[in-house]
């Protein structure tokens, strides 16, 4: 019973509907300001206290407005179960003998294919997007995307290198030393 009281204590104040989602995107924002640089950098480190503020400022913003918080309170369920779904994948892969270096080469395309996906479901959550006018040409779409995936891959896969073969032996001028 003191959990449930507990977390109905944090209810009532909005830990759900502000002060979670201002940390997320706090931390967020926070973490991709220090890493790329972008406010600028003073002898090559970056100005936190600077991206501090930005960042306490987007936040604020996004966790006062409510399309925001309600798109990430959807989305972050989601997102637990994707982690989770990553998880066992990696200890499924695992299983097989996948190392570490073969698995990099193909993360990014992984990567890049999970997030689009939620920027999809995002978009239409927000009713942005109208999935359902689409989904009657899904084998279009896919057969195109498809294509061109083939053809990118096709013209701009590394060029094989050419192992050098034996030398080939001297011609004989017919002449005896």
Known sequence: MVLVDAIKFLDYYGIWEF???????????YALLEKTMILGSEK???????NAVVALVIALIG???SAVTGVMNVALNYLVLVV????????FISFFGVTEEKSKKYLLPVAIVLVVILLLYLLSFSGL???YYWSKYIDEILIILLLFLLIGWYLLRPEKKKE?????PPPSGGQAD
Do not use: E, N, T
Request: glycine share 8%.
């Open 19 to 29: 002060i979670i989602p201002f940390m997320l995107i706090f931390a967020v924002v």
């Open 44 to 50: 090559g480190k970056p100005k936190s206290r600077f």
């Open 63 to 65: 966790a006062v407005s």
């Open 84 to 91: 989770i779904g990553a998880l066992l994948l990696m200890v």
């Open 129 to 131: 997007l109208d999935l």
């Open 164 to 168: 050098p073969g034996p030398a080939p």
